[in-house]
């Protein structure tokens, strides 16, 4: 779905309120160009992709996919797991959902993220109550990990934390530390 479409060889141009429907999972852009014969999809303006089995939420400036690989590369990130879009409202769809910020955002396959220089926390954004902040974090099996991260609390960093699993869903949980 576009208001402007146009395609030479294998390679197809989508402009204005674009939409791209891929398994369970919606991409929505000002633009899209898309190689059929690569699945390569780049995606500016406004990006949007929901859906997936963890209700996946990613918003960003930019992002370049490859569709059957599941792999993509998202610039200027905020997102969330566990939370379904409907309309202009969100709705968790789990106990325990996940939001994440990130300068950019690397997707190595289906749940398995690496965020640069990004945040996670479990409290909506955008003014969480605390937040974990690294330079590097691993989104992958239900945990997120980093080294050398940075507890805020209300704003404040508290603590500084050399190395860090932290659960992802309601499942997970490991200990009584938060």
């Known amino acids: 779905e576009a208001q402007h479409q146009s395609r030479v060889g294998n ?14 999972y919606i991409l929505r852009a ?10 390569e999809l780049d995606a500016e303006g406004h990006l949007q992709v929901t859906g997936g089995p963890n209700d996946v939420l990613i918003y960003a400036d930019y992002g ?15 997102g969330s797991q566990g939370v379904r879009s409907l309309g202009n409202k969100a709705v968790y769809s ?17 749940g398995h993220y690496r965020i640069i220089d990004g945040t996670v926390t479990n409290c909506r954004l955008p003014r969480p109550d605390w937040q ?36 992802v ?4 949980r490991e200990s009584g530390l938060l």
């Open 11 to 24: 390679i197809w141009t989508l402009a204005g309120d674009v939409v791209v429907r891929y398994r369970d």
């Open 30 to 39: 000002d633009k899209v160009v898309y190689d059929q014969s690569t699945t």
């Open 64 to 78: 370049n996919m490859r569709l059957n690989m599941h792999t993509a590369r998202y610039y200027s990130v905020h």
């Open 94 to 110: 789990t106990t325990n959902p996940f939001f994440f910020t990130g300068r950019v955002v690397l997707e190595n396959g289906e």
């Open 132 to 167: 974990l902040i690294s330079r590097a974090i691993k989104l992958e099996d239900g945990k997120a990990s980093m080294d050398n991260a940075l507890f805020k609390f209300l704003g404040v960093p508290l603590f500084y934390l050399p190395y860090l699993r932290h659960p």
């Open 169 to 172: 869903d309601e499942t997970g």
